[in-house]
């Protein structure tokens, strides 16, 4: 279970980004005061655009940085005065981990379950199985320099899940994946909800959000701009399918320069 709320971050830009930016404005207050809860037994997708607030959001809530204002809660744990307890509820995912290519998968899976204090019995065991779901067993001894592009991904996953997290966090799950190893990780993250685990996405693919989610967040320019299920969403916008309800919602946000672009440095 995931309690978010009020949730605003602003960020101090460095002389580098002010630079960047054609207004020189100090700061960029990158998601607005923001609410929502995610069930246990529940896929909850964050949808938007680049630079609507997604990974920000979501680094919050793994405390990775600490909101500016807000609260979050994590299976009842403070995200403000109980990160660890917090962080060992969870695990975050990114397409962006980068392993050791030197060591093979068994060796860096290993040394992660030992670092969230795991017995050796434990890892043996959630290696056989996580490696058996993605398909790394018979790569186990392989140098991961030696590893296909999927098969690092889904090697990364594994070493982000070792521990059995509770909730798990997933920026663009499916992004940069081929379309086999994206099938694989959908298809384990609607397992994880079967086991009655929480889940998050973001994502601004609408047909992975539609096929994957329960519920829904769309977020614009650090504001929530509709929320719920598929059928309230498209209530709430007049539209009869998510990828129409988002380009509404998005032409409304960005009405000065609809389609032009917005913002990019994501
Ligand atoms: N560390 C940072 N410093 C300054 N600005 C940032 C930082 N991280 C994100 N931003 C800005 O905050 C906004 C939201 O970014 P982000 O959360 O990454 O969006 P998304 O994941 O939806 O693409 C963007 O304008 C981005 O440039
Ligand atoms: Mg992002």
């Keep these: ?12 830009l460095s002389k ?25 037994n529940e896929i909850f997708g964050l949808l938007g655009p680049n630079g609507a607030g997604k990974t920000t959001t979501l680094r919050c809530l793994a405390t990775l940085i600490q909101p500016t204002e807000g609260s979050i809660h994590v299976n009842g744990f403070d995200g ?3 990160g660890e307890k917090v962080r060992r509820e969870l695990a975050f995912l990114t397409n962006e981990l980068k392993m ?37 067993t018979p790569y186990r001894h392989t140098k991961i320099g030696d590893l296909s592009t999927g098969m690092k991904q889904k090697l990364a996953i594994v070493v982000s899940l070792i521990h059995d997290p509770n909730v798990i966090i997933f920026d663009e799950p499916t992004n940069g994946l081929d379309i086999i190893t994206a099938k694989a990780v959908t298809d384990y993250l609607t397992s994880l909800k079967q086991q009655g685990k929480t889940v998050i996405i ?19 320019e650090g504001e929530i701009k509709a929320i719920g299920t598929l059928e309230e969403i498209l209530s709430q916008t007049g539209e009869s399918n998510l990828d129409d309800a988002f380009f509404n919602l998005y032409a409304d946000t960005y009405s000065s320069d609809a389609f032009s672009g917005g913002d990019n440095h994501a």
């Design 16 to 40: 580098k980004q002010m630079a960047a930016n054609k207004d020189k404005q100090k700061y960029k207050v990158a998601v607005k005061g923001i609410d929502f809860d995610v069930k246990d």
């Design 202 to 220: 973001s994502t601004h693919m609408m047909h992975v959000a539609e096929k994957l989610c329960d519920r829904f967040a769309i977020i614009m």
């Design 1 to 12: 279970m995931i309690q978010i709320k009020g949730l605003k971050k602003t960020f101090v």
């Design 80 to 82: 403000k005065t109980e």
């Design 100 to 136: 050791d290519t030197h060591f093979t998968p068994d060796y860096t899976t290993r040394f992660f379950g030992r670092l969230h204090g795991m017995s050796e019995a434990d890892i043996e065991r959630r290696i056989t199985q996580l490696f058996d779901i993605f398909g790394v």
